[in-house]
């Protein structure tokens, strides 16, 4: 099982600032990384997939980067439907897939 | 604009059987290209792979779950559905169904969900 672990748990940022979200994976996943943004009472939705491609309709301010172990979900220019629970998701082993276990970005 | 609804009861009680469906619309199940899947995420937690289920019938599923997963489709009414046996408070979750955007091993990100459905087991 290939365990994905996301940093940090919490983090609290300013709008119009920047923020960095990690996620590990226990063995390389080469680049199947997906991340997802959840917001209360939601469903998921898709922002970033094959580590750096962004979905339809996903503003240039989400980025994603990183291959084998180590990815990472920038956000730029921080505004207030940016905070969120956000999800990175490997399907290196398809049709197994699992899931980190989530990072809060809060207003700081 | 492909949409997905998942319906069926919201309490079940212990030991018995949580079974859902997910009413596709706006695009075809039979669709050659797509697995359809099944994801759950306990109150306040995180999310979890239940199985995946492709338009000839094939299925995956968590390892996880064991024997206890049922995964079935019917094209003629575009739905899927999902079969939970021997449940506890511990398959207490909001169930999801949502469309794998790949019928292969490559892009298997769940690109379309429907609204989640809250599963309330207890005795």
């Known amino acids: 099982e290939i365990v994905m672990t996301q940093s940090p748990a919490t983090l609290s940022v300013s709008p119009g600032e920047r923020a960095t979200l990690s996620c590990r994976a226990s063995?390389?996943?080469?680049?199947?990384l997906a991340w997802y943004q959840q917001k209360p009472g939601q469903p998921p939705r898709l922002l970033i997939y094959d580590a750096s491609t962004r979905a339809t309709g996903i503003p240039a301010k989400f980025s994603g980067s990183g291959s084998g172990t180590e990815f990472t979900l920038t956000i730029s220019s921080l505004q207030s439907e940016d905070f969120a629970v956000y999800y990175c998701h490997q399907y290196f082993n398809w049709p197994m897939c699992s899931f980190g276990q989530g990072t809060k970005l809060e207003i700081k | 604009q492909l949409q997905l609804q998942e319906s069926g009861p919201g309490l079940v009680k212990t030991s018995e059987t949580l079974s859902l469906t997910c009413t596709v619309s706006?695009?075809?199940?039979?669709?050659?290209?797509?697995?359809w899947g099944w994801i759950r995420q306990p109150p306040g937690k995180g999310l979890e792979w239940i199985g995946s289920?492709?338009?000839?019938?094939?299925?995956y599923h968590n390892p996880s779950l064991k024997s206890r997963v049922t995964i079935s489709i019917d094209t003629s009414k575009n739905q899927f559905s999902l079969k939970l046996s021997s449940v506890t408070a511990a398959d207490t979750a909001v169930y999801y169904c949502?469309?794998?955007?790949?019928?292969?091993?490559?892009?298997?990100?769940?690109?379309?969900w429907g609204q989640g459905t809250l599963v309330t087991v207890s005795s």
């Open positions: 063995q390389s996943i080469s680049s199947f």
């Open positions: 706006g695009g075809s199940i039979s669709s050659s290209s797509y697995y």
């Open positions: 949502a469309r794998d955007s790949s019928s292969d091993s490559s892009d298997n990100y769940f690109d379309y």
């Open positions: 289920i492709y338009y000839s019938g094939r299925t």
